[in-house]
């Protein structure tokens, strides 16, 4: 039995649903590719937020490809909506109801329980528990090794990083969205190996990679000796069923 549908929305964008539950992450992108809007095309319709379930949203950072203002105009469809934001973001008065929260701060919703990790950017990572499963999503935080970068510089990011994962090893981590960066490089798997080696989560979602969707491929294929499954992706809008 599937606990939870999952729909890639477009970069670190996505959507989870639960039977009770719907949780978005990091949605930017509300242009639809085709003439239709639909979460088959990485875009959530108006019609979607008349629902009884709880939804969540949550804004990992303040960067234009993680965060849409457009997100609260979602407010006028259900008021019910919690929106959860990183401390880092500049807050307009324009801004319907919100919660903030900062690096090692949490937060219990109902029966949502949310801690806010570390970034090796701006902003946070979160972890969320729910009853059924628990959900990591990285934000910015990952292993930024760039080749054009001094190696005193990729040596005290590694250290940042590890520091932020070593932070969570007492936790059950069941789907983890992580950033697989084409930009990086040969070094684009070093934060995603290290977070699946030290962790362990269930299902390994890779993001922050535009439309370079082949990188997914050639991560799944490194890693594929692990225990982690690792979704390929293929398409915005994809559905992964967990």
């Known amino acids: 039995m599937n606990k939870a549908k999952i729909y890639y929305l477009f970069h670190d964008g996505f959507l989870i649903e639960t039977n009770s539950q719907i949780f978005i992450f990091d949605y930017y992108n509300d242009n639809s590719s085709s003439h239709s809007r639909s979460l088959e095309d990485g875009v959530i319709p108006d019609e979607f937020f008349k629902t009884s379930k709880d939804i969540y949203v949550f804004v990992s950072h303040g960067h234009e490809d993680h965060f849409n203002p457009s997100i609260f105009s979602w407010k006028d469809i259900n008021s019910k909506i919690e929106y959860i934001l990183s401390s880092d973001i500049e807050i307009k008065n324009a801004y319907p109801k919100h919660r903030i929260i900062s690096e090692g701060e949490s937060l219990q919703i109902k029966d949502i329980f949310i801690k806010a990790y570390g970034s090796t950017d701006l902003g946070v990572s979160f972890l969320i528990k729910t009853d059924d499963m628990s959900v990591f999503h990285a934000g910015d935080l990952n292993w930024w090794h760039w080749y054009d970068e001094s190696d005193e510089f990729n040596l005290e990011m590694s250290k940042a990083f590890k520091f932020q994962i070593d932070r969570l090893k007492a936790e059950k981590i069941d789907v983890a969205f992580f950033p697989v960066d084409y930009r990086l490089k040969e070094h684009y798997y070093l934060g995603g190996e290290y977070f699946i080696k030290s962790l362990s989560p269930k299902l390994f979602i890779p993001m922050h990679?535009?439309?370079?969707?082949?990188?997914?491929?050639?991560?799944?294929?490194?890693?594929?000796?692990?225990?982690?499954?690792?979704?390929?992706?293929?398409?915005?809008?994809?559905?992964?069923?967990?």
């Open 209 to 242: 990679f535009w439309n370079h969707t082949k990188i997914t491929e050639d991560f799944s294929e490194k890693l594929k000796n692990h225990n982690t499954k690792i979704v390929v992706i293929n398409e915005r809008g994809q559905e992964i069923l967990f």
